[in-house]
């Protein structure tokens, strides 16, 4: 095995991952748990990196590279934001060092769009368009980042122009536990009714000022046609991804692609979503793109 | 006193009302409780009807007629739909009756749009649309009926045509419940913004792919600029009013002018949404046009 030469840490609101990274950007080793910003704030976030670290058998001078929401206010140390247009160069530079540590352990920015009219945040994300895109990357890119709150970033010239987020990951888990279509998804097995899914896609697409009645038409079927949990489902999905991508597809899409950064199931939903509506996709994996951007980040910061 | 003819109920999802009501119409005496279907369904329909009967000291054979989720499937007894094209009358003639009680009880119908590619239903407010536009009226009408889950129904002749469901009101409750959005809305003060409200109509009526995105500013917003809780709740509800009202008002407005039934806070919301939108709007109490209403369909059944 190769020495490892940092560790890499992916902080969200609700997950953490680790992992044990070597001179070449290679994982050795890998964590994972639900200890995110939230936990963490209770438990404290220095126990519980040292305990995946230890876990890892990482020595004790092993430096730390962290993105996500452990800089946020409510997070560990606040490692603000770089303001649109935001070169993605400018969040190497923006690294902030958690005081009073015996490692050197660096937290990256986020990035904020202050415009009164538009205000949007970022925190993780920026490391991923890192990975994907490079900050020197000379072309021009649609980025479609899904998630609990699913961001849409214009990069130019590796700087991020102008962002938006939408809270279709949200939405959705907040739909499907807290109203009447509670009841229309209860029990959805796993099997996906991809018909439900792609007509949703369009309708919402098509008009979506609907998208709320077409929400209710999954329990109105229901009461009035039956219908399987798992159709129901999926057209809550397709309808909120419809409307999402009604928004993000608003403008000209660069070179007729658009840049999915994504992994799992979410990344085949998009995929499936995108080529519904015949738009070509660039797919990178959301894993291995936040892994990339750490890595860069390390490689500038420690000179590695 | 003038002597109750019958006792009218409006018996909702989560609420429950009853007025005991004299030969010519009026109302002698109101309940309110939060008895409704769900809490209903465990402690027994009829054991909450007599509570509330006994209350105003209703005489044993005083009939009663009632309309809502009490006709619901999981209801006390189903009362079935009448299908769209709905004429009001139907409604009357499709009430059923209770089995096996002492006095007679009556329960209306909803309407159901069977419609396999906009199926839609609604149980209680037919019985608003009879009261507000009675059921031979001549006239054409755009009918909104705001709450929980809002009614648009295009009424012609004394016939429902038309109507969708919209969850306006259910996911304003999820939403500032179970989202990041929570913390932003968080002691809000009764005190309204209206500019918000009003900016937020105007935003999301324009361009509703955006809705989401909308909202998630509510959030950035107070990040990056501050803000009171109270703007971030009229913000959500402008965003979700004004997606709402962009699928309604998709349609022509016949004679340019909107009817309204709605009471207190929600009808002096929506009027304000149409007026930001400077859409007319005739205003009719949605109490008073669902008392009407059961107030028609006793003098028809009991021919009084």
């Known amino acids: 095995m190769n020495q490892a030469a940092y560790a890499a840490v992916d902080w969200g ?44 058998s990482a020595p004790p001078d092993l430096p730390v590279i962290i993105c996500g929401m452990a800089g946020a206010r409510q997070g560990w ?56 895109l490079g900050h020197d990357a000379a072309s021009e890119a649609l980025v479609c980042m899904p998630g609990t709150h699913s961001k849409w970033a214009d990069v130019k010239s590796g700087t991020v122009a102008r962002f938006a987020t939408f809270m279709t990951g949200e ?48 329990r109105s079927r229901q009461l009035l046609f039956g219908g399987r949990p798992a159709a129901a489902r999926e057209t ?12 993000g597809l608003a403008k000209d899409v ?16 998009y995929r499936l979503a995108f080529d519904t509506l015949s738009v070509a996709v660039q797919s990178i994996d959301a894993d291995e793109a936040v892994l990339a951007g750490l890595s860069r980040a390390a490689a500038a910061i420690w000179k590695r």
């Not at 070449?24 to 438990?43: H, T």
């Not at 509670?182 to 998208?211: C, M, Y």
């Not at 991804?241 to 009604?246: F, Q, S, T, V």
């Not at 660069?254 to 990344?267: D, K, Q």
């Open 13 to 56: 609101t609700s997950s953490f991952r680790l992992w044990l990274v070597d001179g070449e950007g290679r994982a050795l080793a890998e964590r994972r748990s639900d200890e995110g910003m939230m936990a963490a704030a209770k438990s404290g976030f220095a126990t519980v990196l040292q305990s995946h670290l230890a876990a890892v």
């Open 171 to 218: 939405l959705f888990s907040a739909i499907s536990r807290e109203t009447i279509l509670s009841h229309a998804i209860a029990g959805a097995e796993a099997a996906e009714n991809l018909d439900a899914f792609r007509d949703s896609v369009i309708a919402a697409f098509k008009t979506p000022a609907q998208a709320t009645n077409l929400l209710f038409r999954v």
């Open 236 to 247: 809550l999905s397709g309808t909120l991804i419809g409307l999402e991508l009604a928004a």
């Open 77 to 132: 140390v606040e490692a603000g934001y770089v303001d649109t247009p935001a070169p993605l160069a400018a969040i190497l530079a923006g690294a902030v060092i958690v005081p009073e540590e015996s490692r050197d352990i660096r937290i990256l920015p986020g990035i904020a769009q202050r415009d009164r009219d538009a205000p949007d945040v970022m925190r993780g994300e920026e490391t991923q368009l890192l990975g994907a």
């Open 254 to 269: 660069p070179h007729g692609s658009v840049t999915l950064v994504a992994s799992g199931r979410l990344a085949a939903l």
